[in-house]
């Protein structure tokens, strides 16, 4: 599955549409959800957090010890915990 795929699956298990979707637009940025409101739980922790509230799908707890086992440093775990995240809802 893309990213985009999985932006757009997460999107809809959150309950954020958009009625029109630009492919260069959100492959380089994220979804436009609203009027200049950009979402995109792959980039953005605020974005990832609010998604694992707004769909528990996931236990944080256990997904972040898992992230330091898997990752050497701060950054990779959490790319590791957002992406992690988004699949979780995006194919609950």
């Avoid at 809809?12 to 995109?40: C, I, P, Q």
């Amino acid at each position: 599955m893309s990213d985009l795929d999985l932006i757009r699956l997460a999107a809809t298990a959150a309950g954020k549409h958009r009625a029109e979707w630009d492919f260069d637009y959100l492959m380089s940025r994220g979804v436009d959800v609203s009027r200049d409101m950009l979402w995109n739980p792959l980039t953005s922790n605020g974005d990832a957090l609010w998604l694992a509230v707004k769909v528990p799908a996931v236990d944080l707890e256990d997904l972040i010890a898992e992230a330091w086992r898997a990752c050497d440093d701060h950054s990779a775990a959490c790319a590791y915990v957002r992406r992690a995240i988004t699949e979780a809802v995006a194919t609950a």
